[in-house]
């Protein structure tokens, strides 16, 4: 296992950018060794410094998350990581989870991460399914997706509020009455809910000003 671990080591290191060597190495060492090689080999890898190792191990974890003990370390122990990138992947790896569950299945394991105490948790949903409304279940019923992420409008997270209004901005693409109405139902007090409103609001606004200035040149 030392040996397999300097060889991943020296083969990812290099790579600065972007994920697919990462995900590929992790699918390929998932589809060639059962399930127990493969959790072997995930928590030997993420026990790596080298951040490309982690994020390899981490899309392997999210292959295997189906098991509820890693899908409890990916909550509890990958989230805590300190390397940006990895939570990127932590992201993916939940996504897969619900892919590979089932969107509407998972909405108890969603809304459990959702309400965590850790943003990166948090984040891991909100990002992690975007875009929301292009997931099967949320594709029918916008407004779950909606409501869960318009209960995140005032986290105390900076992190988590960015990609809840960038979230609700790619939902009015497609449903903007939707998403307008719930907008305009908020309290605009504080200035983490002014912040996640503006985000959201991008794509109406502009639609608006545009249909406003069509109007008044005719």
């Not at 671990?5 to 990462?22: H, M, Q, T, V, Y």
Request: glycine share 4%; proline share 3%; with cysteine.
């Amino acid at each position: 296992m030392n040996e397999y671990l300097a060889s991943l080591e020296r083969d990812l290191s290099p790579i600065e950018g972007g994920f697919k060597e990462e995900e590929r190495r992790a699918r390929s060492d998932y589809d060639s060794h059962d399930r127990d090689q493969a959790l072997e080999i995930a928590y030997c890898a993420y026990r790596s410094e080298v951040y490309q190792v982690r994020m390899y191990a981490v899309f392997l974890f999210g292959y295997l998350s189906q098991d509820q003990e890693v899908l409890t370390f990916l909550r509890e122990n990958i989230a805590q990581d300190d390397n940006w990138r990895v939570q990127e992947i932590l992201a993916k790896a939940f996504d897969f989870f619900c892919a590979t569950t089932g969107y509407e299945h998972s909405l108890s394991v969603i809304d459990e991460w959702l309400a965590h105490s850790n943003p990166n948790v948090r984040r891991a949903v909100t990002e992690g399914l975007r875009i929301w409304t292009s997931r099967p279940y949320f594709k029918e019923h916008p407004c779950e997706a909606i409501e869960r992420l318009s209960a995140l409008r005032n986290d105390p997270s900076e992190y988590v509020r960015k990609s809840v209004g960038n979230a609700l901005r790619d939902i009015s693409k497609r449903f903007p009455d939707l998403v307008a109405t719930e907008l305009s139902a908020w309290d605009l007090e504080s200035k983490e809910t002014r912040q996640v409103h503006k985000l959201a609001s991008k794509f109406i606004e502009r639609n608006a000003a545009h249909t406003a200035g069509g109007a008044a040149s005719h």
